[in-house]
C-alpha cells in the first residue's frame, strides 16, 4: 500500500491561498447571467468557454513543449473534465441563475465543500489520508449551518415576493443540485490526474483543458445558433442585442475564471489533500455571495453575516485538521 506523501507547512500555506485566489476569481462566473439575462444559458455557457479556449491557443503556443508532452490518456482525461466540469457544469449553474436568481443556486453550490470533503475522504483515503470523521464532523456541521443561515434568508425574502414563480425557483433548485453532482467528479478526478504527474505544470494542465474545451464549446455556439435559426429564435446571433457587452464578459469570465482561476486550482491541488482542498471551495460561495451584494447595492442582513462566518470558522477548523495515514 502506497503511503501519501506528507506536505510541508509552506506547501499546505500556499495551497490555501491559490485556493481563496480560484474562488475569487470563480465567483465571477455566478454574476455573468446576472449582468447580461437576457441571454439564455447557452450562449453564457459556449460564449465563455469558446473564450477561454481562443485564449489558451496562444498560451499553448508559449507551453508547446510542455504540451507535447501530454499523451493520449491525458488529452481524453481533459475532454471529460472539459466536457463535465466546465461546459455541462456552467450550463447547469447559469440555467439555474436565470430560474432562481443568484441566491439560491449560490446556496445550493455552497454545500459543495461538505460534498467533496466527505468524497474525497472515502475515495481518496489511501492515498492522502484519512480525516477522522469526529473531528471532520464539527467544521462541516458548521459550513453546513452557515449555508442554512444565509439559505434562510434568502428564502424567506423569496417567499415573500408576490411575483415569484415557485415552479421556475424548484426548476433553478434542480439544475443548481446538477451542478453540484458534475462539480464533486470534477475536482476529484482532477486532482487524481495533478497528484499523479506531480512533475507537469499545472499552467500547462490549465491551457490543455482550454484547448479540449474549445471544440466543444464550438460545436454548442453552432448547434445553438442552427438551432435558433430553425426555431425562429428573436435572439439577434451571434452576438446577441448587446455585443460589445457580451464579447467583453465572455473574454473577461474566459480569462479570469477559467483560464486564470483553474491555473490557481491546479496548483492548490498539487498542494493539498483533496478532502481539504474540497472544503476551501467554500470560498467560491462567499466570493459570489460578496459580488451578488454588490450587484443588489445592499448590506446583508445579520442572518447572513452569522452564516458567513459560520462558513469561515468551518474552513479555519478544517484547515487544522490532519490526516491520519493509512
Not at 256 to 282: D, E, F, K
Amino acid at each position: 500500500m502506497l503511503m501519501p506523501m506528507p506536505q510541508p507547512p509552506a506547501a499546505l500555506t500556499g495551497g490555501i491561498f491559490l485556493s481563496l485566489a480560484a474562488g475569487m476569481l470563480w465567483g465571477l462566473v455566478f454574476v455573468g447571467p446576472l449582468l447580461l439575462p437576457d441571454y439564455p444559458a447557452a450562449l453564457h455557457t459556449f460564449g465563455r468557454y469558446l473564450a477561454f479556449g481562443l485564449i489558451a491557443l496562444p498560451l499553448a503556443y508559449i507551453d508547446r513543449a510542455e504540451i507535447r508532452r501530454l499523451g493520449r490518456s491525458d488529452w481524453l482525461a481533459a475532454l471529460k473534465l472539459a466536457a463535465i466540469g466546465n461546459v455541462l457544469y456552467y450550463l447547469f449553474l447559469a440555467s439555474a441563475i436565470q430560474r432562481a436568481g443568484g441566491a439560491l443556486p449560490t446556496m445550493i453550490i455552497g454545500t459543495l465543500p461538505v460534498v467533496i470533503a466527505v468524497s474525497a475522504n472515502v475515495l481518496n483515503h489511501q492515498r492522502d489520508g484519512r480525516f477522522p470523521w469526529l473531528k471532520l464532523a464539527p467544521p462541516l456541521a458548521l459550513i453546513l449551518l452557515g449555508i442554512a443561515c444565509v439559505n434562510h434568508v434568502e428564502w424567506t425574502a423569496l417567499l415573500q415576493n408576490p411575483a415569484a414563480d415557485t415552479t421556475r425557483y424548484i426548476t433553478g433548485a434542480v439544475l443548481a443540485v446538477g451542478a453540484v453532482v458534475c462539480w464533486t467528479w470534477y475536482p476529484l478526478k482532477n486532482a487524481d490526474w495533478l497528484r499523479g504527474h506531480p512533475d507537469r505544470n499545472p499552467r500547462v494542465w490549465a491551457t490543455a483543458q482550454g484547448l479540449a474545451t474549445l471544440p466543444l464549446a464550438l460545436l454548442g455556439y453552432a448547434a445553438y445558433w442552427l438551432w435558433a435559426s430553425a426555431t425562429n429564435d428573436p435572439m439577434p446571433m451571434p452576438l446577441g442585442p448587446r455585443p460589445l457587452e457580451f464579447l467583453g464578459l465572455m473574454v473577461a469570465i474566459g480569462l479570469l475564471a477559467s483560464w486564470l482561476g483553474t491555473l490557481c486550482w491546479n496548483a492548490a491541488s498539487q498542494r493539498l489533500p483533496t478532502a481539504l482542498a474540497g472544503q476551501l471551495i467554500v470560498f467560491e460561495t462567499l466570493a459570489a455571495l460578496t459580488y451578488a451584494f454588490w450587484l443588489r447595492g445592499q448590506w446583508p442582513e445579520p442572518l447572513t453575516l452569522a452564516g458567513i462566518a459560520l462558513l469561515i470558522a468551518g474552513v479555519i477548523g478544517g484547515v487544522r485538521i490532519k490526516a491520519k495515514t493509512p
